[in-house]
């Protein structure tokens, strides 16, 4: 029996800390079984890694974990979105299966051929999907025992102009884009970001991305599981697409550790 790696790190922080930073996007890894069942040619594939993938976003939360007063956790993805989307709903709940970018994308961000018609994203679903998620509910459960609470923040970032797959791309589009839930982000928690993001500039909601990721278990279910997302305009940290990051990822650490710690 084949045993497959974690394809995800858990980083341990503080015991009495309630924040989880959650980095979902910011791996371009893709094993080679994987990369078998995709069509791209290596050129096209590197271009799609640097429009898909959330780049130094990791970084970041490496650099406001060590920055903040009390240690969060971080729960890290080491793997390309384009294995599976750990954030996306494994099923037809999903608005981005619309544009072939479910849990196991079919298509690119423009709308290209990732995948062809008929590709069964079963086998990818069980050997990443399903452990992925068992072992953000973990962590969130976790938290949960040790403080009573948990402060879910995902840390993504978003480009500057507008790519074809975006749904609701044609709205705002911030130095930094808060993503909200009804039940899940009480206004403290939204209020906390705002101030912590001020120094970062224009802090927008819910565009161009909206919503926050929750275990499933936990999903409008539990009012101590609290969440949001953070999605940073790239130009901000980085040169796009895919390029080297600058200055500003201290700055936007900075900030996120500010967070952290009103929270």
């Not at 709940?93 to 970018?101: C, H, T």
């Not at 102009?161 to 130095?175: D, K, M, Q, S, V």
């Amino acid at each position: 029996m084949t045993v497959v790696p974690p394809s995800f790190d858990l980083l341990p922080g503080d015991p009495a800390s309630p924040v989880i930073l959650h980095v979902p996007h910011s791996a371009r890894e893709i094993p080679g079984d994987v990369r078998s069942g995709i069509v791209l040619d290596d050129a096209a594939l590197e271009r799609e890694l640097d429009h898909i993938t959330d780049a130094h976003t990791a970084a970041i939360a490496e650099q406001a974990a060590w920055a903040a007063g009390v240690t969060p956790w971080r729960f890290v993805n080491r793997l390309s979105r384009l294995v599976v989307d750990p954030e996306r709903f494994p099923d037809e709940r999903e608005e981005m299966l619309a544009v072939g970018m479910g849990a196991v994308y079919t298509r690119t961000t423009h709308k290209d051929v990732l995948r062809p018609d008929g590709f069964d994203a079963g086998p990818l679903i069980e050997r990443y999907f399903h452990p992925y998620a068992r072992a953000m509910e973990e962590a969130v459960t976790d938290r949960l025992a040790a403080t009573g609470r948990c402060v879910i923040v995902d840390v993504h970032s978003y480009p500057t102009a507008a790519l074809p797959y975006e749904l609701h791309g044609a709205g705002p589009r911030p130095p930094v884009c808060l993503g909200t839930d009804a039940f899940h982000t009480p206004p403290a928690l939204l209020t906390a970001a705002r101030e912590a993001f001020a120094a970062c500039g224009e802090t927008g909601l819910d565009s161009p991305f909206a919503g926050t990721y929750v275990p499933l278990t936990y999903y409008g279910r539990r009012a101590e599981v609290t969440a949001l997302m953070v999605e940073i305009r790239r130009d901000t940290y980085m040169t796009e697409p895919g390029g080297p990051s600058h200055e500003g990822v201290t700055r936007l650490a900075s900030a996120l550790a500010s967070l952290i710690d009103a929270v």
